[in-house]
């Protein structure tokens, strides 16, 4: 459930005073903690420079007191990270004595707010009052009774440091928390989607089964020969698409082979001998093409590409395999009608399937392009459509692997059948 937040409410709660600047250190926020601490109406703080604003009035004699700070803003706008001024003196206008003065320690962080460019487009100013932290480290003083600055600073230094490093543990403990429920959300919608899938899909063939078992049992004129020939199809797309579920849930929950160093080429080789194809095969290969990878999922994503292919063509296939660094491509090529570019995208949903597609191809299960572009993307891949002048072309692309076999001249174009 999505909630609006009221930032600025939000900002103004704050227990720190927060001031947001503009590149020119111009006050263009400033909230209730900081008005409190200043002492003044947002109207005289607001529109000011930062260091008219700043909290506390200076009797104007060290007015290089704050030059820290406009060092440390000036490092936020050069570098576009955050900055840190452990202490910052001044000499505060005591409120219940006019014309008396006294000491007041500020510890100050300044955090950039970027663009979409990467340039900073608000500073963030926190000033938070560490007087009491001062005034109980004057514990260490010299035979004077004065405060040991070199002390003092360690002190307020290393105060900064530890709350710097809470805070850093802090994030990351908040990052890994946020990644951790953005997986396991991710997690419950793929599951969520893999069995409203397995459902839908699984109704069709069992439709068919359970209207044919009927017509059968009601109608004894049947012819049952007809019959059992159109139930064993119904029941081969039914074990299709049980085949085809049980791949997508070991996708998602098995943990995925290791990869091992193999030439894409011969892999297709070895493929297309061993389950040669009922099209016309037309071949183009490059050698090498190393990938990294597993032998078993990618020769899936072979068949299925042909398989798809097959359900589609005209006359032929194409297979194409090229070294096109950095990537390794495999191409399949029919000259079928081909897929219109609206389509090309969605072709790869799970169970989408075109209209002019339904009613010229009853086979498929509808997961297998899916399945096919899961693998690549496990390898850190990428499978789509393309362009073709005839037919449908269907691209794998796969990083290139290391290898130390030899170049080899591209051997001429084979056919087979």
């Not at 080429?265 to 290969?285: D, G, M, N, R, S």
């Not at 299925?304 to 495999?330: C, F, G, M, Q, Y």
């Not at 009853?362 to 399945?371: D, P, Y």
Request: proline share 7%; with cysteine; charged share 30%.
């Amino acid at each position: 459930m999505q909630t609006d937040v009221d930032y600025e409410a939000v900002f103004n709660s704050l227990f720190a005073p927060f001031v947001v600047l503009t590149p020119d250190l111009v006050v263009a926020a400033a909230n209730e903690a900081y008005l409190r601490a200043t002492g003044r109406s947002r109207d005289e703080v607001v529109g000011r420079p930062i260091f008219a604003a700043f909290p506390g009035v200076s009797n104007g004699t060290n007015a290089e007191e704050l030059e820290p700070v406009r060092a440390s803003l000036e490092r936020v706008l050069t570098k576009h990270t955050s900055d840190v001024v452990p202490l910052v003196r001044r000499e505060v206008e005591r409120s219940d004595r006019p014309g008396e003065y006294e000491e007041r320690y500020w510890h100050v962080v300044n955090v950039p707010v970027l663009d979409k460019d990467g340039d900073v487009r608000f500073i963030v100013n926190r000033c938070e009052d560490i007087t009491s932290l001062v005034r109980a480290a004057r514990g260490d003083r010299d035979g004077n009774g004065e405060v040991r600055p070199d002390e003092l600073h360690r002190q307020i230094f290393a105060h900064a440091r530890e709350l710097a490093g809470v805070s850093a543990r802090l994030k990351h403990a908040y990052r890994q928390e946020q990644q951790t429920v953005s997986a396991l959300q991710e997690a419950i919608e793929q599951q969520q989607r893999f069995l409203f899938d397995a459902t839908h899909d699984l109704r069709t063939p069992i439709t068919a089964l359970l209207t044919e078992l009927e017509v059968a049992l009601t109608e004894p004129d049947t012819d049952l020969r007809k019959t059992l020939i159109k139930l064993h199809r119904d029941v081969e797309r039914l074990n299709s698409i049980v085949n085809d579920l049980l791949t997508l849930a070991r996708l998602y929950a098995a943990q995925p082979p290791s990869p091992e160093l193999f030439d894409l080429t011969e892999l297709v080789e070895h493929e297309l001998e061993a389950h040669p194809p009922a099209t016309k095969v037309i071949t183009h290969f490059e050698r090498p093409a190393p990938v990294r990878a597993s032998r078993v999922r990618l020769a899936r994503v072979l068949s299925n590409l042909i398989a798809n292919a097959e359900r589609h063509t005209s006359s032929k296939i194409e297979i194409v395999v090229t070294a096109d660094p950095p990537d390794a491509v495999l191409e399949v090529i029919d000259d079928g009608p081909g897929i219109p570019p609206a389509d090309r995208e969605r072709i790869f949903h799970r169970l989408y399937r075109r209209r002019d597609a339904e009613s010229a191809d009853s086979g498929g299960s509808g997961f297998g392009l899916s399945i096919a572009r899961e693998i690549a993307q496990g390898y850190g891949g990428h499978l789509y459509a393309a362009d073709h002048p005839t037919g449908a072309r269907f691209v794998l692309r796969l990083p290139l692997a290391a290898s130390a076999e030899p170049s080899a001249s591209r051997p001429p174009e084979k056919t087979s059948s």
